[in-house]
Nanobody, 119 residues
Framework: VQLVESGGGLVRAGGSLRLSCAAS????????MGWYRQAPGKQRELVAT???????NCADSVKGRFTISRDNAKNTVYLQMNSLKPEDTAVYYC??????????????WGQGTQVTVSS
């Protein structure tokens, strides 16, 4: 199973970015998907998650600015980030709880995509 992220980059404060993460491989189904981030010198933290029924959870720091969504037919999760702030600068990692074709449940991570917000 592979998770491939895209959409990171450099943006000015107040701007927007949309991250995408597509899962591929020996997948039977996907439970939770989500995004975490890690800033330099800090621990990885939850940004937002979405269950396969569409219910979502997000960090207080991004509520009202970030929106998570998913396309189950494409095994893809998205993160729309608006009103970006310099403190949102981090490497963003995609996450998926996958039930493989062998019926083995396992968490998978993407390679990370850099988001840099300039002031």
């Amino acid at each position: 199973v592979q998770l491939v992220e895209s959409g990171g980059g450099l943006v000015r404060a107040g701007g927007s970015l949309r991250l995408s993460c597509a899962a591929s491989g020996s997948i039977f189904s996907i439970y939770d998907m989500g995004w975490y981030r890690q800033a330099p010198g800090k621990q990885r933290e939850l940004v937002a998650t979405i269950a396969n029924d569409g219910s979502t959870n997000c960090a207080d720091s991004v509520k009202g600015r970030f929106t998570i969504s998913r396309d189950n037919a494409k095994n893809t999760v998205y993160l729309q980030m608006n009103s970006l702030k310099p403190e949102d600068t981090a490497v963003y990692y995609c996450y998926a709880q996958v039930l493989t074709a062998s019926y083995y449940k396992y968490p998978y991570w993407g390679q990370g995509t850099q988001v840099t917000v300039s002031s």
